[in-house]
């Protein structure tokens, strides 16, 4: 897989995730799939992402940086949002929020395999404190 090739596959990921379009998520993610060391498969992966949704109703991810070294991938994502409740542990309730997420997958037959995130949580924390 070429690295042209691979940015294109990861920009209609993102795609898929903004429209919702759960149905499609299969063409991107592998039934197998693993998040942060945890065996989620495809349907937890989604579940992941519907509850992320529900969590947070404006959410959309934003690519602002992009690196491919196939089969790998590193993304840094932005956000904007304004969570309901508690969100990682943090009372946002509803107050809008800007943080970035670094991520990184890996890739099989075009799909990916395994995913890396971390979350600027220090970034949430410091808007609500001041």
């Given at each position: 897989m070429t690295q042209r090739l691979l940015g294109e596959i990861y920009r209609d990921y993102i795609a898929c995730?903004?429209?919702q379009d759960w149905p499609t998520l299969e063409?991107?993610?592998d039934d197998a799939v693993v998040h942060n060391n945890r065996q989620l498969g495809l349907r937890g992966y989604r579940a992941m992402l519907q509850r992320n949704f529900a969590e947070?109703?404006?959410l959309a991810f934003n690519i602002d940086l992009v690196i491919?070294?196939?089969p790998r991938?590193?993304?840094r994502l932005c956000f904007d949002c304004t969570?309901?409740?508690d969100f990682l542990g943090v009372a946002v309730n509803g107050r809008r929020v800007s943080f970035a997420e670094n991520v990184f997958y890996e890739f099989a037959e075009s799909r990916i395999v395994r995913v890396w995130s971390v979350i600027d949580k220090a970034a949430i924390e410091a808007q609500l404190a001041g």
């Open positions: 995730l903004n429209r063409r991107f993610v947070i109703p404006d491919c070294d196939p991938l590193a993304s969570p309901r409740g």
